[in-house]
Nanobody, 126 residues
Framework: QVHLMESGGGSEQTGGSLRLSCTVS????????LGWFRQAPGNEREGVAA????????WYADSVKGRFTIARDNTNNTFYLQMNNLKPEDTAMYYC???????????????????WGQGTQVTVSS
């Protein structure tokens, strides 16, 4: 059974930084797409960043390019989202996810992701 657990959320002021971690267990595929998503109250869940497990190719939402960095550590079955220069509009529940094996790696297709963590709250104050 695949299990994902996020950690590292919290409260920060504008311009601050946070690092989210996602620890994965039970996932045996050598490939796959590891993604971070977020959902603010009243909004749809949106893709933030993704990285391929095999070769480390990355994708970012335009709103976070240059501020957020996704990385993975396959040895420890963990992937990360480093968030710098945080803005109030980054406030949301953040989720890590893994896509369905064989589906394209994309942050635009939330429905491609079949394994999800419970989420961690990020709050940025002005």
């Amino acid at each position: 059974q695949v299990h994902l657990m996020e950690s590292g959320g919290g409260s920060e002021q504008t311009g601050g930084s946070l690092r989210l971690s996602c620890t994965v267990s039970g996932y045996t595929f050598s490939r796959g797409c590891l993604g971070w998503f977020r959902q603010a109250p009243g909004n749809e869940r949106e893709g933030v960043a993704a990285i391929t497990r095999a070769n480390g190719n990355t994708w970012y939402a335009d709103s976070v390019k240059g501020r957020f960095t996704i990385a993975r550590d396959n040895t420890n079955n963990t992937f990360y989202l480093q968030m710098n220069n945080l803005k109030p509009e980054d406030t949301a529940m953040y989720y890590c996810a893994i896509n369905e094996p064989g589906s394209p790696c994309s942050i635009r297709r939330v429905d491609h992701y079949v394994y999800w963590g419970q989420g961690t709250q990020v709050t940025v104050s002005s």
